[in-house]
């Protein structure tokens, strides 16, 4: 039988907001303690600009604050930074980025260029491959 239910645990890393400017949204910092791999899950609304841009960072480490955050190697990501990116012409879609590193901790950073107007966001951690389940 098929089960992804029990199988993943899901985490907040970017709450819903509306991006009005060129700030950085960094996602919380997600806690993979009992699980191997986890993928992002951007969601986008509306994007008003007609020429932003908006970049994808994944960054690990083994400190719960990050203070020894790296940028992951391509070889631990599943898909690319790129790819998971979107601009302007990029309304009501989803995008996806996956981990399969080693460190503990992982988080996400979307950075905007060119973006002087509302920009709809969020983000979800989906942690899978868990040590012990039913999660």
Excluded: W
């Excluded at 990050?66 to 070889?75: F, Y």
């Excluded at 950073?109 to 999660?135: D, E, K, M």
């Amino acid at each position: 039988m098929r089960d992804l239910h029990n199988n993943v645990d899901v985490r907040r890393a970017i709450s819903p907001v509306s991006v009005a400017d060129n700030t950085a949204q960094v996602s919380q910092i997600i806690d993979m303690q009992g699980f191997s791999s986890c993928e992002f899950i951007i969601a986008t609304g509306s994007i008003a600009d007609a020429d932003a841009t908006f970049t994808v960072l994944i960054e690990d480490g083994d400190d719960s604050g990050l203070s020894d955050a790296a940028a992951v190697t391509d070889t631990n990501l599943l898909g690319t930074e790129a790819a998971a990116g979107f601009q302007f012409d990029d309304d009501d879609t989803t995008k996806k980025i996956g981990y399969r590193g080693t460190k503990r901790y992982v988080r996400m950073t979307i950075t905007p260029a060119s973006n002087a107007s509302a920009a709809l966001l969020a983000a979800v951690a989906v942690l899978g491959h868990p040590a012990n389940s039913p999660q």
